[in-house]
């Protein structure tokens, strides 16, 4: 089972500055083949089917627990484009075409299909698919996938963060970086244990630095490059069997229990020339007080 918390795993700058294509570039890092779609369900379907758990236990829960990180993952790239798509239409009565705006960009569906919010699909609009899922059976090859995957991911992180410049999509960005370094690591450790062989070497893929990176750099600075953050209040603790050891880049690896202290989930406003999230949002508001105070919670 999981546990929910209403935080996003960092804070995310407020820019009132829309810019729809830069969301849609930034959806595939949501529901591209690398995106965090794809990360989450590989490692949750493994985890799922993984066989003799008790037996091999690091490595289940290494891979359960990096499941869960990647839950918040997607909840971070969604506000990502949510944030980006603030204000991106106009509010003027439906016979002035508010939504003109929506047909010279690159994904109509934002204006059509949702009220101007993240989509479960990649850049090009096309929805994350099932099949994107490796899960052999055999341990070391899907260690092996993971770890191609955590770098496959990481290349595209890059790719889009040199496609725009707003802040919010290279805060989001900076900090999956790191967080995808760690998980690339640990993989890779992982695979050192059951085969001796030093695949870590490998890293950084590609090689370029999250020093390099201004937003990546200051997450690095608060040591999360270091950190396995531990995704439950009393499982998951053989993880530190694997994640252990000095870093790469120097430092002691470390096994955090509970999550990162996060920051506020965007509260969006109403966009009522989508209607969304209803014709008139503020008697939906007045609905909602109303069983709250009902129901003495308010």
């Known amino acids: 089972m999981y546990l929910r918390i209403h935080r996003l795993q960092i804070e995310l700058p407020r ?15 949501f529901g591209g083949r690398f995106g965090e779609m794809s990360t989450l369900m590989n490692y949750t379907m493994q985890s799922f089917n993984f066989r003799q758990k008790s037996k091999l236990m690091p490595f289940y829960e290494l891979i359960a627990n990096i499941a869960t990180e990647e839950l918040g993952h997607i909840e971070l790239v969604a506000n990502t484009v949510n944030l980006l798509l603030e204000g991106a239409s106009e509010a003027k009565a439906p016979k002035d075409a508010p939504l003109e705006s929506g047909t010279s960009k690159r994904n109509s ?11 479960a699909t990649n850049s090009m609009g096309a929805p994350w698919q099932g099949d994107y899922v490796f899960n052999s059976g055999d341990l070391v090859l899907d ?6 995957l955590e770098n ?8 889009v963060y040199e496609m725009t410049r707003h802040p919010v999509a290279r805060e989001m960005i900076g900090y999956l970086l790191v ?8 993989y890779a450790l992982a695979l050192e244990e059951l085969t001796g062989v030093d695949v870590k070497k490998l890293l950084p893929i590609p090689k370029i630095s999250d020093e390099n990176i201004p937003e990546a750099k200051k997450f690095r600075e608060h040591g999360m490059h270091r950190k396995l953050y531990r995704f439950s209040p009393d499982d998951y603790k053989s993880i530190a069997a694997i994640w252990q050891g000095e870093h790469p880049d120097g430092g002691a690896l470390e096994v955090v229990g509970g999550p990162p202290e996060g920051g506020e989930i965007p509260d969006l406003e109403p966009v009522k020339d989508s209607f969304a ?9 007045e609905i909602a ?9 308010a």
């Open 277 to 285: 999230p209803g014709y008139d949002p503020d008697e939906l508001a």
């Open 152 to 159: 496959g991911a990481r290349m595209h992180k890059l790719r």
């Open 143 to 148: 260690l092996l996938h993971n770890f191609f």
């Open 289 to 297: 007080q109303a069983i709250l105070k009902r129901s003495g919670l």
């Open 109 to 119: 569906h934002f204006y059509i299909l949702t009220g101007q919010t993240a989509l």
């Open 179 to 186: 967080r995808g370094s760690v998980h690339a690591l640990s």
């Open 15 to 29: 820019v009132k500055n829309p810019d729809p294509d830069a969301a849609a570039a930034v959806q595939e890092l």
